[in-house]
């Protein structure tokens, strides 16, 4: 009786696979549902029943499954070549921003080693115009700095960090140099003029020029012993009004417990109360 049922049942598979109209599958699907409702109770109830119908469907949606699978394969290979691309990019970009970095950091290095001449008794007019040489320098590499970074927009402070410290060097030595020359404040818009900088695209960061001033503190107890110690006994009154308006003038922001308050705490606020 199974031997029947097995022949019936591959026999209509068989069939249905070299024809598959439904409505010829019904018809000889009736033979084997008869030989199958005609086996003892005791063996029917042993045996699983599935259509040849649930079999395919089955199938059918197993083979659907393995196709989408597939089908997301690439789009999930397309992101990470994107990915790849865009990070070579940076990684290019970034190289090329450092190497400009690397050509201020020098001009830098020679405009501090021309103004330590000013420790040594040397007219200042003299020690100006050799550190004034590096400005015009420092403008060309700016403006060079600046026409690679526009060719990523709206990415100036992802790849801010790269030359920051730098600028505030040389916001420092600018102020310093302005103040001998003058006893005053080198303002925010004469720090970007001298540098070629504007704040349409590529500016001078807020932060980094009042980093730049509390830097400028470091050459100036220095330089007025030297002067004191010369016969320049009204340069300390000078340069206590000058830090006295200054320290005044900072009090004015809101600082909070960031890099800008830490420098101003050690740096100018320290200077002007030991004064």
């Known amino acids: 009786m199974k031997s029947a049922f097995r022949n019936a049942t591959h ?24 030989a199958f409702s005609s086996l003892p109770s005791s063996v029917s109830k042993n045996l699983p029943f599935r259509s040849p119908l649930t079999a395919t469907l ?34 290019s970009l970034r190289e090329r921003i450092r190497a400009v970095v690397l050509e201020i950091e020098l001009a830098t ?39 690679v970074v526009r060719e990523c927009p709206g990415q100036y402070y992802r790849f801010h960090g790269d030359w920051r410290g730098e600028t505030q060097m ?47 503190s470091n050459e100036m107890p220095r330089y007025v012993v030297n002067q004191v110690t010369a016969g320049d006994y009204d340069c300390p009154r000078k340069m206590l009004k000058f830090l006295t308006d200054l320290h005044a003038a900072f009090r004015m922001l809101n600082l909070r417990n960031d890099f800008l308050r830490k420098k101003f705490d050690s740096k100018l606020n320290l200077l002007c109360f030991a004064s």
């Not at 026999?11 to 008869?34: D, E």
């Not at 550190?131 to 060309?140: E, G, H, P, R, Y």
Request: with cysteine; charged share 15%.
């Open 109 to 147: 290095g020679l405009m501090q080693a021309s103004l330590l001449l000013v420790h040594q008794s040397k007219p200042i007019p003299e020690v100006l115009e050799k550190a004034k040489a590096q400005i015009n320098v420092l403008k060309d590499l700016y403006n060079k700095l600046a026409e």
């Open 58 to 91: 089955s199938s059918t949606s197993m083979a659907s499954g393995d196709s989408n699978a597939m089908q997301t394969s690439p789009s999930l290979e397309q992101q990470f070549e994107k990915f790849r691309v865009q990070l070579e990019d940076s990684g």
């Open 170 to 216: 040389v916001v420092s030595l600018l102020a310093f140099m302005h103040w001998l020359e003058t006893g005053t404040l080198l303002m925010h818009t004469e720090a970007e003029e001298m540098l070629g900088l504007n704040n349409s695209d590529f500016g001078l960061d807020v932060e980094d020029y009042l980093v730049g001033i509390c830097f400028m």
């Open 11 to 34: 026999f209509t598979l068989s069939s249905y696979l070299l024809n598959p109209n439904p409505s010829i599958l019904f018809l000889r699907l009736v033979p084997a549902i008869s």
